[in-house]
Every structure is written in structure tokens, then in C-alpha cells.
């Protein structure tokens, strides 16, 4: 089978399509015939080596496809059955050795690629405002990287809880798809200071609770936005990782809380993890989320959409084709 591996840390030319056998399937896990790859920011992370990865490398955590055999203890999946996951490692390829209890049955009326696309991102949407800041109706919520992959389908998420949505983007082009999203009120910070429009459109209250995917460019003004006791969700680095902070900072700027999830620890059980992709495929088959496929490359070129992604050049979900 043809797959992308990636033999030392580096740039996306690092990203190499191969031949290789297709993997050996042992208990507990499921060989799956990918139909669609969803590209995530973390694949980036991996590719880097900013997150751990042993070399060489598969890369890619998402998909959906057809369950083609299953390991010698695995009584839940058959040949046949359509799924969907956001945690297979080596999901960058036509055939991926999925862990069985990772994998999530797709609704019958979902295409392949809607469910690649929806799983990462809409379950990091679903835990950041139903678990980590529940929402309430009426609360302001603060939205960084909002026409991106994760931000849209927060925006979407934080409106259907009854928030006001302030979001976050570098141009006008993403303004508009933030506005399309759902956003109140959208700060283009290439030429507003986010900061300074956050307290006028809070009239200097403040915000409830920031998302903020963005990292180290923009963790500290974010701080300063928070109304008090508010919470700082900081839950990406796509501008670099946060430097260490001084607990005695989070008082001085209200009593903050200050929290850094993975989605990982938001799906560790079989119960939530099945929670939230149920939430999340079933309303984008109802139509009530709503995606946004940006582009589709071909496998070989996973290398382009890394350069667009980690370029701020994307809207919406990034998928590969096998
Ligand atoms: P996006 O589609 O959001 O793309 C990243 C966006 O970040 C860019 O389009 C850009 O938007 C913004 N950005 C700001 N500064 C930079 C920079 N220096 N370099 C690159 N991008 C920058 O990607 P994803 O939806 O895949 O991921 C978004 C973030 O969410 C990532 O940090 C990812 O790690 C995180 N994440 C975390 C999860 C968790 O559980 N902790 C799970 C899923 C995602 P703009 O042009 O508007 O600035």
C-alpha cells in the first residue's frame, strides 16, 4: 500500500509517499481501507517533532473508511461496516491499523469525507464548550483562528450554546467565513489591536472564557480579556508553544483560571468518546453543523497542504485522498 512516512523531524518536504506492506493487524485493533484523511495541526506538531513520535514516522490521526478485517478479539467491527476516528496514528495512508475502540459507526446518510472531516475538530468544538467552559446561554465567549479547521466549528458550537461569539482572524476573506459560522463580531487582527476591540465590545468588562488555539503570539493579550474569575483555554500552538507562566499572574489579572486540554483526555473513556462523535456526526447529518471542506489533495501531496496549513493560507477542514 502506498503511505506517507517521514524519517527524521523537519519541514513538510520531509513527507515522503511510499510503498510499504500494509499493516499487520493484531488484538484489539482493526484494518480499515481509508477513504478520506483528515490533515489536523497536530500532524504538523508530529511531523516537526514538537510532539514525540518515534522515526521514521507514519503520520495523520483521521479518517473514514470500510472496515476491511478485524484483529482476532474484536467482536464490535465486521468487514463492511462504515467508520470514522480521530486517533489512529499512521491514518496518512490507504490502509491504517485502527485501535478497535477508537473507531465510531458513521451515520448512513454521512459521506466518507463530511465524517474525515467533522471527528478531530468537531469533538475538540464539543468538549472546549459543552466540558471545559460549558457555555451558558447569554455568556461571551472569545474565539482565536475562527475561520480555521477547529475555530469554525467552535464558533458554531459556542452559538448553538447561546453565546456571543467574538472571533479572531488575519484577513477579510476569513472574516467573512467566521461571520458565515455564526460570529457577533469578528476583529481582523492584522489591523485591529484584539485587545483593545475585546474591552470595547465588552465595555471593559471582558470576556467569559477565550479559546485560544493560536499560542504563543497571542496567550498573554488574551489574558488581559478575561472578565474576572473568567477562564483562558489554551488548547494549541500554531504560532508556538506558550512559554512557562507565573501562577501569580493568573491573580493579578482577575483570579484567572488557566487551562491546557487535549482531546485525548476529553474522549478517555469509550461512554465520552462515543458522546461526542455521536453529538458531532449526527449534526452535521442533520445539518445543524455545518463544514467546511477548504481543499482535498491527493496523498502524495499531503506535503502542500502541511505549507498551506502551517501558511495561515486555509478556511474551514483540509482533507487527503488516498
Ligand atoms: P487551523 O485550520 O485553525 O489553522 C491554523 C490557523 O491558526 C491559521 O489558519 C491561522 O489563522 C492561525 N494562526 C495564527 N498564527 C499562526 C502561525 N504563526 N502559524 C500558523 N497559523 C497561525 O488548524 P486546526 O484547526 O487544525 O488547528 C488549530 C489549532 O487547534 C492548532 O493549534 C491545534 O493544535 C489545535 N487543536 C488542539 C486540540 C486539542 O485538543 N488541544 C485538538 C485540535 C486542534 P489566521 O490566519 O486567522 O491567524
Do not use: C
Request: no cysteine.
Amino acid at each position: 500500500m502506498r503511505a506517507i512516512i517521514v524519517h527524521s523531524p523537519g519541514g513538510p518536504e520531509q513527507l515522503k509517499l511510499e510503498e510499504v506492506p500494509r499493516p499487520a493487524i493484531g488484538p484489539g485493533q482493526v484494518l480499515v481501507k481509508v477513504a478520506a484523511i483528515g490533515v489536523n495541526f497536530i500532524d504538523i506538531y508530529h511531523r516537526t517533532g514538537l510532539y514525540k513520535s518515534d522515526w521514521p514516522a507514519s503520520l495523520g490521526l483521521e479518517g473514514a473508511g470500510t472496515v476491511e478485517s478485524v484483529g482476532p478479539d474484536v467482536t464490535q467491527w465486521k468487514a463492511g461496516d462504515r467508520v470514522a476516528w480521530a486517533m489512529a496514528r499512521g491514518s496518512y495512508a490507504e490502509y491504517v491499523a485502527a485501535p478497535a475502540n477508537q473507531l465510531i459507526r458513521m451515520p448512513d446518510t454521512l459521506d466518507f469525507p463530511s465524517a474525515a472531516a467533522a471527528m478531530l475538530q468537531g469533538m475538540t468544538a464539543h468538549y472546549l464548550t459543552h466540558s471545559t467552559w460549558p457555555l451558558k446561554q447569554g455568556e461571551t465567549a472569545l474565539i482565536h483562528a475562527a475561520a480555521g479547521g477547529t475555530g469554525r466549528l467552535v464558533v458554531q458550537m459556542a452559538k448553538l450554546r447561546g453565546a456571543r461569539v467574538l472571533a479572531v482572524v488575519s484577513t477579510d476573506e476569513k472574516a467573512k467565513v467566521a461571520r458565515e459560522a455564526g460570529a457577533d463580531e469578528v476583529i481582523v487582527y492584522t489591523r485591529q489591536d484584539f485587545e483593545t476591540e475585546v474591552k470595547r465590545l465588552t465595555d471593559g468588562k471582558g470576556v467569559d472564557v477565550v479559546y485560544d488555539s493560536v499560542g504563543a503570539s497571542t496567550f498573554q493579550k488574551s489574558l488581559n480579556v478575561i472578565r474576572r474569575r473568567g477562564m483562558m483555554v489554551t488548547f494549541g500552538n500554531a504560532s508556538g508553544p506558550v512559554p512557562p507562566v507565573e501562577p501569580l499572574l493568573l491573580s493579578q489579572k482577575g483570579s484567572l483560571f488557566l487551562t491546557r486540554p487535549t482531546l485525548f483526555d476529553y474522549t478517555a473513556t469509550r461512554e465520552e468518546l462515543e458522546w461526542r462523535a455521536t453529538d458531532v456526526l449526527n449534526w452535521v447529518a442533520a445539518g445543524k453543523l455545518k463544514l467546511q471542506i477548504g481543499a482535498t489533495y491527493p496523498l502524495a501531496n499531503a506535503a502542500d497542504a502541511h505549507r498551506a496549513l502551517e501558511g495561515r493560507q486555509t478556511t474551514g477542514k483540509l482533507l487527503l485522498t488516498p
